[in-house]
Structures are given as structure tokens and as C-alpha cells.
């Protein structure tokens, strides 16, 4: 079994920063690309980040200069530095792995969600 346990969510005034953590745990051989994505209300989940194991990144054009995704590949943990924080930020974030388990399975893990709020 995997686990993806997500940190570090909040309320943050405009401009502000925050820092989030995502952890894979459980019965993992290897791990592929791990991303953020969030959901604001009313709307699609969309993608913010995502990083390949060989440090290839994406990025939306909306976060583009203000939010860094990072990774320690011996911790299993990703990381969303977000600077210069927008009210349009406001969101539940979503952790995603893409996970080779010990029994050879292949799959999309997504973590719980925890929100960021940007408001004065």
C-alpha cells in the first residue's frame, strides 16, 4: 500500500509565501513524475507543477516566476515553494506520484488535499 501525506497548507495574506510538502510512504520500488495540481472552487482540477525523477519540470503559465517544485528522491518528498501568493492561488492542493509498487504495479497516486488561502 501507498500513501501520499500532504503539509504545509494555510491562510497566507496576498504576497505572502508558503511551502508545501508531499510524502510517498508505503510499498515503493520506484517513483516517476511527482506533481501538484489544485482545485478552487466552482472549478477543474488543474495542473501547477510537475517534475520527472531526472529534474525536468512544468510548469502553468499562471505560477510561471512565483512557485518552485522540488524534489529529495531519497525522502520520496516533493515540494511547492510558493511566493507572492494571489487571491486566485486560493485552492485545495493535490499531491501526485506516479508509483512503480514492489509488486511491479504502476500507478497515479493523488494525496489527500490541503487547502491554501490567500486573503487579506
Known amino acids: 500500500q501507498v500513501q501520499l501525506v500532504e503539509s504545509g497548507g494555510g491562510l497566507v495574506q496576498p504576497g505572502g509565501s508558503l511551502r508545501l510538502s508531499c510524502a510517498a510512504s508505503?510499498?515503493?520500488?520506484?517513483?516517476?513524475?511527482m506533481g501538484w495540481y489544485r482545485q478552487a472552487p466552482g472549478k477543474q482540477r488543474e495542473l501547477v507543477a510537475d517534475?520527472?525523477?531526472?529534474?525536468?519540470?512544468t510548469y502553468a503559465d499562471s505560477v510561471k516566476g512565483r512557485f518552485t517544485i522540488s524534489r529529495d528522491n531519497a525522502k520520496n518528498t516533493v515540494y511547492l515553494q510558493m511566493n507572492s501568493l494571489k487571491p486566485e492561488d486560493t485552492a485545495v492542493y493535490y499531491c501526485?506520484?506516479?508509483?512503480?509498487?514492489?509488486?511491479?504495479?504502476?500507478?497515479?497516486?493523488w494525496g489527500q488535499g490541503t487547502q491554501v488561502t490567500v486573503s487579506s
Open positions: 517534475l520527472t525523477r531526472y529534474g525536468r519540470t
Open positions: 501526485n506520484a506516479n508509483i512503480m509498487t514492489n509488486k511491479g504495479y504502476e500507478y497515479d497516486y
Open positions: 508505503g510499498s515503493i520500488f520506484s517513483i516517476g513524475t
